[in-house]
């Protein structure tokens, strides 16, 4: 298949989302893509960080190639043993608890959501404070909840009972919590908005407001959870 011939496919039977660079990856190798044509590129930009093993790492390759000749799929009404063990395994490098997996970042997002209203249900809390120049998703409710109106404003009339308050800010934070917050999501470093890193004390001031007030506090660490840091 020559490029023209997967610029068209594209053009005539893919809805547009991103704008697209124009190159036609077809291969790749550790920190490497090959495009259609062969041409090499050093990739800094690991497919939104998803890629954070490189391109076909040997291990990733091969449990894929060992359980597709096993197993590709059973409902979620039976058991099998993998999901329990990384789940245990999530567990043991996080803060313990349980896992409920997700198909994307903006997924997770929407059961966090629900999550937090269902805990704030009983005592009438419903809203959840996000901040300014975060994102969280495309879905309806993670595009409101998004804190840039260019993303949102297209598809008014919005869900309520999201608000956005500025970054860092935690008085402005503060008095914007009321009797019907239910939860406050922060993006511990904001990618979408310009690599904006919280600041230290503000997180722990958050961290105790929240603990305070009875409020579930969320972390969106799309840039920074397992190892994203280097730490």
């Known amino acids: 298949m020559k490029k023209e011939d997967v610029l068209q496919n594209y053009n005539n039977y893919v809805v547009g989302s991103y704008t ?22 050093l990739d ?16 990733v390759v091969k449990a894929i190639k060992e359980q597709s000749e096993k197993l590709i799929h059973i409902a979620n009404n039976h058991y099998h043993p993998w999901q329990g063990l990384l789940a245990k ?3 043991e490098l996080s803060f313990g608890g349980k896992a409920f997996f997700c198909n994307s970042g903006a997924e997770a997002n929407e059961a966090a959501i629900k999550l937090t209203r269902l805990y704030g249900r009983n005592r009438g809390r419903y809203k959840i404070i996000s901040m300014e120049n975060s994102f969280h998703g495309r879905t309806l409710a993670t595009v409101t909840m998004t804190g840039q109106k260019k993303y949102s404003e297209p598809f008014e ?32 470093v904001q990618g979408e ?7 230290r004390e503000y997180l722990k001031k958050v961290r105790a407001l929240c603990d305070e007030k009875g409020i579930v506090l969320i972390f969106d660490e799309v840039q920074t959870g397992f190892g994203r840091t280097g730490e």
């Open 157 to 188: 009339p919005l869900p309520a009972g999201f608000l956005s308050v500025p970054f860092n800010d935690f008085e402005t934070l503060k008095s914007a919590v009321d009797e019907e917050t239910a939860g406050v999501i922060i993006e511990p």
């Open 20 to 41: 697209r660079s124009g190159i036609v990856f077809v291969k790749g190798k550790g920190s490497y893509l090959w495009d259609i044509d062969g041409k090499k590129y």
């Open 89 to 91: 395994r999530l567990s």
């Open 193 to 199: 908005g310009g690599i904006n890193v919280a600041e």
């Open 44 to 59: 800094f930009f690991p497919g939104w960080g998803v890629s954070g093993l490189g391109h076909c790492h040997p291990a």
